[in-house]
DNA sequence: GAAATCTACGTTAGCGCTAACGTTGGCGTT
DNA sequence: AACGCCAACGTTAGCGCTAACGTAGATTTC
């Protein structure tokens, strides 16, 4: 063994007088080994602190033990809990993650996806279901088990396991409805750059419908912040006449900076105004006045999928499509139950 | 080429008639190629659609373009930023990440250095400059470049690129000396789960000590959120007799928990209790009283490091340590300027 | 008790690429 | 004309490992 490079497969079979192969099936743990030369030639690898060459290991498997996981981003808590739900599943089964963030972009999603393939990874996580034809082809034609996480799809192009964010939408919309809300507003960014916030404005649409209501919309050209947040709120305050009674937000970081924008404006909320965040970040649990949210299982959600994509790799046969239930939470930034529209209209007669 | 399998160096050869070390020049962009012929064989891979298999490329080049990184925690915004600034250098530069997160567990980190050595990176990135002997021992005998951030020391395990948390720790506890304010408690999590943290606290101290003023120290057993900063405030609020006039928070998440409390307990913020918190984060921007906290540049940081380390692995001679400045920024939660011991006690008399 | 079977190995032939060195032919030099 | 030199290729020998197949001796089968 030359100085200063790692010992070789060679050198713990010279050290234990067996060929390379026994070496390599002893480490493996792969049967063809009596349990006493394993165990001599596991000592004297320990011994020499022989490890594999995960380059050589992968050339020769024809594929490697790297999963490619692609996120818009790690600013989002959404997706670093995401995250932290694979990794720890991936890490026991000893698999390495390479981590890309597109920045919501496709176009960089693809180039990722191409790169990724060159690694002949075990598996590919991309975030969300709206993806490029040619990310969809590329993974299907190099047969790459592949997990689409965080929305659901009827056809992914392998797995998915996400949230029914429409449905969400539907949810939300409902709840505001039946508090006697009839003037729905909608904050997110610009569209395309959050396709699940486009689905729940979709729902939430849906919902008012019923009632003939239409959803005001206002969308940052920022990313999902505070600031953004209390911007596009400050914007949908500016005409009174136009004023709504309701925002829903594409998070509850917006959402904690719409209201406190509303109540530094002097709106009462929730009377004056509802305040409807989404995914029940970990802010919420320390806001004096907590958010009307939506909460999504994202830890859950990460490590049910990790499982699912390695099951997957195994070989063995899983669900194409895994939807999980979200839940309403009601805060203090919705009204408690319906105000009766004819007080409202200072009638004095109390309805029922 | 088989079906269902990516064409091969080989094909690219037989599809323009030249050897299999001619495409891999051509495609390497390394000299010895005709421009002519160059452009033809770029052609022919692209109309197949050859990708080099990077498995091959890193065993036959003995050593992987991939940068491992080991970061505490994606849930910390401090570490969300540093690996965004990196991720930008290096993925412009061709590299691709290998992610872990150690849970600030020292063992986790070890095994998984171990585990990243494997795959012959062509650099490794580690927070801290806490690291077991073993790491240390290991990336040196393996020669492999390596970069640690956010923390600084005189002898790194390669290079390190970070702050002086001890001088903040300093400059926090000079601040609020000047303010007044004598009886300083700070506000942590579990000895040895944040290093710089417990650097921070002995500049404190450091800077306390001329007023000969001792810190009262509580350290929280769950990680440094909104919550924690709360529970712990509300301990140290618990005896009247030894309640503290001003408390320095791990960070800012925790400050704001703490401030809260302090609000909610009817101790005025900042005449009563100053606070301060670390690290300026996000949430900074949209309390109606921003915090008192250290300004530390995480992007930059990031990037920095990330450019410092590929000039490492490029072979060029670079800083062995380099510090980055932090900046005070003084909000609303502690005092403007030094309140009068007299007026202070009641002896109406002014100062000077 | 001879054939069939099994256990515990070894041998061969790659995986797909690159470093290092070899070869060829054209060009300038004297 | 003889020589050296260089650009533009090709050839050889791995990088460190595993799949697939081969084989000797022990064990079982009927």
Chains 1, 2 share one sequence.
Not at 71 to 84: C, K, M, Q, R, W
């Amino acid at each position: 063994m030359p100085l200063n490079s790692s010992p070789r497969i060679q050198d713990v079979a010279e050290a234990t007088n067996v060929s390379i192969m026994t070496v390599s099936r002893a480490m493996r743990g792969v049967e063809g080994v009596s349990p006493a030369k394993r165990a001599e030639i596991l000592r004297a690898a320990k011994r020499l602190g022989y490890r594999p060459n995960r380059n050589a290991v992968s050339l020769a498997a024809s594929h490697s033990t790297l999963i490619g996981i692609s996120l818009p981003t790690l600013f989002n808590e959404v997706f670093a809990d995401i995250l932290d739900g694979m990794r720890r599943t991936f890490d026991m089964a000893g698999f390495d993650l390479v981590l890309d963030n597109s920045d919501y972009d496709p176009q960089r999603e693809e180039a990722w996806v191409e790169r990724m393939i060159d690694w002949r990874p075990a598996g590919v996580v991309l975030s969300g279901v709206d993806h490029s034809q040619r990310v969809r082809e590329q993974l299907r034609g190099a047969n790459i088990p592949t997990l689409e996480i965080w929305d659901r799809h009827d056809d992914p192009i392998d797995i998915c396991v996400g949230v029914d964010h429409e449905a969400a939408g539907v949810m939300i919309g409902r709840h505001l409805a039946s508090l006697g809300y009839r003037r729905p507003a909608f904050v997110g960014v610009e569209a395309g750059r959050d396709p699940r916030a486009e689905k729940r404005l979709a729902g939430l649409r849906r919902a008012f419908a019923d009632h003939e209501s239409q959803v005001m919309v206002r969308r940052s050209e920022r990313h999902a912040s505070f600031e953004a947040g209390m911007n596009e709120t400050i914007a949908l305050l500016a005409a009174p006449e136009t004023r709504p009674d309701c925002i829903c937000y594409l998070n509850d970081h917006m959402a904690f900076g719409g209201m406190s924008t509303c109540e530094k404006a002097g709106i009462a909320v929730p009377d004056g105004m509802g305040i409807v965040g989404f995914n029940g970040l970990g802010i919420n649990a320390v806001l004096a006045k907590p958010l009307t949210t939506v909460l999504t299982p994202r830890l859950l959600m990460g490590s049910m999928g990790a499982r699912l994509l390695l099951a997957r790799i195994h070989g063995a046969k899983v669900d194409r499509s895994v939807s999980i239930p979200t839940e309403l939470f009601p805060g203090q930034t919705t009204r408690l139950q319906e105000r009766s529209q004819n007080l409202n209209q200072g009638l004095g007669q109390p309805v029922r």
